[in-house]
C-alpha cells in the first residue's frame, strides 16, 4: 500500500524565514509525485511535478526536490501569501490514483 | 485554471436522504475523480472513471455510487446519506493518454448530513 507522510504537520514562520517542508513516501514504484497548493474554502492547485530522484523544480519562492524516499519543498523568505496548506501525492508506476498525505499547513506571519 | 465545476456547492441534507453530486469539465479528459477530504485524513479517492461508463472503486467507496454517461459529466450519488458522509467533496479530472498525468481538482462541495 502506498503511504505519504508529511511533517510538520503546522509551521509558523515570520515573512523573511525560509523554511522546509517534509513528504516522506512508500511506494512500489514511483511514477511521479506531485506537490498542491489548497487555501481555506478552496480546491488543491497543483504546483509540481517531480518524477525521478534528484530532479528539482521551481516556482516563485518554492523549491521542490525528490530523493528515492522523500521530498522537500523549500519555501524561501516567505510572504504572508504564501500561508496556505501544502498537499504532496504520490503516483505509482501503472497506476492513475493518487494517495495524498494530510498535508502541511503553513501561516507566515508579516 | 483547468475548466471544471461542481454543483452545488454547499449542501445541508438529513440522514436517509438520497444525495448527487454534479462534477462537469470542459477540457475533454478522459479521467474523472472524486475524492472526499475530512480532518486528519488526506484526500481519500472514493471513486474514479476511465472513460463513458466505466467506472472503478477507490478506497473509500462504501455508500457511494457514480455514473459517467458523457464525457463531461461525472455524478456521484449517496443512496442513503449518513452523518459519516459529511465532508468535503472534490472532483479531479486528468488525461495521461493526453499526456495530462497532473490531476486537477474541482472547487469542492461542502456537504453535511444532519
Known amino acids: 500500500e502506498d503511504q505519504v507522510t508529511q511533517s510538520p504537520e503546522a509551521l509558523r514562520l515570520q515573512e523573511g524565514e525560509s523554511s522546509s517542508l517534509n513528504c516522506s513516501y512508500t511506494?512500489?514504484?514511483?511514477?511521479?509525485l506531485f506537490w498542491y497548493r489548497q487555501d481555506p474554502g478552496k480546491g488543491p492547485e497543483f504546483l509540481f511535478t517531480?518524477?525521478?530522484a534528484g530532479e528539482e523544480k521551481e516556482k516563485e519562492r518554492l523549491k521542490a526536490t525528490l530523493t528515492k524516499k522523500e521530498s522537500f519543498l523549500h519555501i524561501t523568505a516567505p510572504k504572508p501569501e504564501d500561508s496556505a496548506t501544502y498537499l504532496c501525492?504520490?503516483?505509482?508506476?501503472?497506476?492513475?490514483?493518487?494517495?495524498f498525505g494530510k498535508g502541511n499547513q503553513v501561516v507566515v506571519i508579516p | 485554471d483547468a475548466g471544471i465545476t461542481q454543483s452545488p456547492r454547499h449542501k445541508v441534507t438529513e440522514t436517509g436522504t438520497p444525495v448527487t453530486l454534479r462534477c462537469h469539465q470542459t477540457?475533454?479528459?478522459?479521467?474523472m475523480y472524486w475524492y472526499r477530504q475530512d480532518p486528519g485524513h488526506g484526500l481519500r479517492l472514493i471513486h474514479y472513471?476511465?472513460?463513458?461508463?466505466?467506472?472503478d472503486k477507490g478506497e473509500v467507496s462504501d455508500g457511494y455510487s457514480v455514473s459517467r454517461s458523457k464525457t463531461e459529466d461525472f455524478l456521484l450519488t449517496l443512496e442513503s446519506a449518513t452523518s459519516s458522509q459529511t465532508s468535503v467533496y472534490f472532483c479531479?479530472?486528468?488525461?495521461?493518454?493526453?499526456?495530462?498525468?497532473?490531476?486537477?481538482f474541482g472547487p469542492g462541495t461542502r456537504l453535511l448530513v444532519l
Open positions: 472513471s476511465y472513460g463513458v461508463k466505466d467506472t
Open positions: 479531479a479530472i486528468s488525461d495521461p493518454a493526453g499526456g495530462q498525468e497532473t490531476q486537477y
Open positions: 501525492a504520490v503516483q505509482a508506476t501503472g497506476n492513475n490514483r493518487l494517495a
Open positions: 517531480l518524477y525521478s
Open positions: 511506494v512500489s514504484g514511483l511514477r511521479g
Open positions: 477540457e475533454n479528459h478522459r479521467y
